[in-house]
């Protein structure tokens, strides 16, 4: 499977920018797909996950309230819909999908076994 991320670009604090994260497989399914950024000179961190059945969402705290997660079965995509957007956001973003069932809620890197290749946010002030 291949996960083709895209959608990052320049955008002023405050603004909205909208990820998208598509499977090549048209058999493409998955536990859950999430997202993760990676700020310059930091580890990759946990931004997002949607349960690929739509169960549930999971935001982590710095994002919440701003950013919505999304996906389309039918589609084999899965969406990143970031507002209010602050400099501190600017990072390369990574959609995951977990294909491996895990006792987790899906909020760890080591749960998800596909990557795509990440796509860049800039927030400028």
């Known amino acids: 499977v291949q996960l083709q991320a895209c959608g990052g670009g320049l955008v002023q604090a405050g603004g909205s920018l909208k990820l998208s994260c598509v499977a090549s497989?048209?058999?493409?399914?998955?536990?859950?797909v999430g997202w993760f950024r990676q700020a310059q000179g930091k580890e990759r961190e946990f931004v997002a996950r949607?349960?690929?059945?739509?169960?549930?969402?999971y935001y982590a705290d710095p994002v919440k309230g701003r950013f919505t997660i999304s996906r389309d079965y039918a589609k084999k995509a899965a969406y990143l819909q970031m507002s209010s957007l602050k400099p501190e956001d600017t990072a390369v973003y990574f959609c995951?999908?977990?294909?491996?069932?895990?006792?987790?809620?899906?909020?760890?890197?080591?749960?998800?076994?596909?990557w795509g290749q990440g796509t860049l946010v800039t927030v400028s002030s």
């Open positions: 995951a999908a977990a294909t491996k069932y895990s006792t987790g809620s899906y909020r760890l890197q080591v749960e998800y076994d596909y």
């Open positions: 497989d048209r058999t493409f399914s998955a536990y859950a």
């Open positions: 949607i349960r690929w059945d739509g169960r549930g969402t």
